[in-house]
């Protein structure tokens, strides 16, 4: 299985600022994907970075939102720019393992005030 | 259009009692279906997973039903435990493509 790690855990933003969320892989994956779960709710597919190319994302959301780096194999991050309270979720990074199952990092708990 | 359906939406079982957890698809093309264990402030945790080739498998206490022709899966958990209690979402997807999951079963056991 990949171990996943996320940074930070959690954090308590103003409203207007932006937050990076980091999103660090053991071992070189191609796709990673990120997710966000709004309180009490399933996982919504933001979008899938490939390295080497720009993000695809889906239905809802937006580049200039949610901005994605995806500088190499075992690493990407995640903007959440110019904050509103709406976006207070928790922020999830998952990739495949070799048998295409999907395995998630610990999530980022966002909550803009 | 929510790809997968799930019920119930919470669950009490007294320790010991089996939990079932239901899911309903509707893409033919999926090909393989999870089941994730959420616990409060953790990322979802692969838990046991089916392909369409079988009709149930099984892990420890956790068992996988699979009715094809009806589109449905299920997870049942045996000999429930106070420790079992989290939320549960169950997904699909084919060939390596994205996954959907479903709207999540809070699962609480009593002691």
């Known amino acids: 299985s990949a171990v996943i790690s996320q940074k930070p855990s959690r954090d308590i933003c103003q409203r207007g600022t932006s937050l990076t969320i980091q999103c660090q892989v053991d071992?070189?994956?191609?796709?990673m994907f990120w997710y966000r779960q709004q309180p009490g709710q399933s996982l919504t597919l933001i979008a899938t970075?490939?390295?080497?190319?720009?993000?695809?994302?889906e239905s809802g959301f937006v580049i200039d939102k949610f901005p994605i780096s995806r500088p190499n194999l075992t690493f990407s991050t995640l903007t959440v720019s110019n904050m509103s309270p709406e976006d207070s979720s928790i922020y999830l990074c998952?990739?495949?393992?070799?048998?295409?199952?999907?395995?998630f990092g610990q999530g980022t708990r966002l909550t803009v005030v | 259009q929510q790809q997968v359906k799930q019920s119930p939406q919470s669950l009490i079982v007294q320790k010991g009692g089996i939990s079932i957890i239901n899911c309903a698809y509707e893409?033919?093309?999926?090909?393989?279906f999870p089941w994730y264990q959420q616990f409060p402030g953790k990322g979802p945790a692969l838990l046991i997973a089916?392909?369409?080739?079988?009709s149930e498998k099984k892990e420890g206490r956790f068992t996988i039903s699979f009715n094809k022709s009806a589109k449905q899966f299920s997870l049942h958990i045996m000999d429930s435990q106070p420790g079992d209690s989290a939320t549960y979402f169950c997904?699909?997807?084919?060939?390596?493509?994205?996954?959907?999951f479903g709207t999540g079963t809070s699962l609480t056991v009593i002691p």
């Open positions: 089916i392909r369409p080739d079988v």
């Open positions: 998952s990739v495949f393992g070799i048998y295409t199952e999907a395995f």
């Open positions: 071992s070189q994956v191609t796709m």
């Open positions: 970075a490939n390295q080497g190319s720009e993000a695809t994302y």
């Open positions: 893409n033919t093309a999926f090909d393989y």
């Open positions: 997904a699909a997807s084919w060939d390596g493509n994205q996954f959907y």
